[in-house]
């Protein structure tokens, strides 16, 4: 069985920092992709950012570039959302996935494999 456990949400003033972190277990880590996701309230969910787990890679939406930052770590299969600098507009509830094929793709759209039940993330000036 597929778990995506999510974990480090919370309340910060707005420019503060908070880092999310996701366990994966019952999946083949190594052939998956994972993102970040994030719904704020009465929005659609977009995509956050992206991590290839077989090559690092990684992509952003445009409006976290240069304040977030995806990373893993590969032996505990676990992936981290590093946030920085935190506005108003990032409040909302963030949700680890992950996805096998065409991963930037299904990012994009939405569509992944499994999902975590989310975090919860607030900012406040």
């Known amino acids: 069985q597929v778990q995506l456990v999510e974990s480090g949400g919370g309340s910060v003033q707005t420019g503060g920092s908070l880092r999310l972190s996701c366990a994966a277990s019952?999946?083949?880590?190594?052939?998956?992709?994972m993102g970040w996701f994030r719904q704020p309230p009465g929005k659609e969910r977009e995509g956050v950012a992206l991590i290839l787990a077989f090559d690092n890679s990684t992509y952003y939406v445009d409006s976290v570039k240069g304040r977030f930052t995806i990373s893993q770590d590969y032996a505990k299969k676990t992936i981290y959302l590093q946030m920085n600098s935190l506005k108003a507009e990032d409040t909302g509830m963030y949700y680890c996935a992950a996805v096998i094929h065409n991963c930037y793709t299904y990012w994009r759209k939405g569509v992944m494999d499994y999902w975590g039940k989310g975090t919860l993330v607030t900012v406040s000036s």
């Open positions: 019952g999946l083949r880590y190594e052939t998956n992709c």
